[in-house]
């Protein structure tokens, strides 16, 4: 069984940054990717940033340029680091790991954007 646990939301102001951290524990093999998507308020669940075992990348692009996402492999850690943040990003997190073939979700934190 594996369990992920993220951390690091809260309310944040426009143009501020948040770091959002998400640790998997439990029967961990091989980690195959790693990924945070984010659901708004009435909005479907949408891939922010994925991020494979060989460390190949990919964004949305509505994040672009604001957000990077990276990996600590001896700690079974993904990182979101967020940057000029907008109203508009403001959703809850969920961070998605892929193991040995099946997928993990942790259960969401919450990011506010707002002044």
């Known amino acids: 069984q594996v369990q992920l646990v993220e951390s690091g939301g809260g309310l944040v102001q426009p143009g501020g940054s948040l770091r959002l951290s998400c640790a998997a524990s439990?029967?961990?093999?091989?980690?195959?990717?790693m990924a945070w998507y984010r659901q708004a308020p009435g909005k479907q669940r949408e891939l922010v940033a994925a991020?494979?075992?060989?460390?190949?990348?990919n964004y949305a692009d509505s994040v672009k340029g604001r957000f990077t996402i990276s990996r600590d492999n001896a700690k079974n850690t993904v990182y979101l680091q967020m940057n000029s943040l907008k109203p508009e990003d403001t959703a809850v997190y969920y961070c998605?790991?892929?193991?040995?073939?099946?997928?993990?979700w942790g259960k969401g934190t919450l990011v506010t954007v707002s002044s």
């Open positions: 998605k790991y892929v193991i040995g073939g099946a997928t993990y």
């Open positions: 991020i494979t075992s060989g460390g190949s990348t």
């Open positions: 439990g029967s961990i093999f091989s980690i195959y990717s």
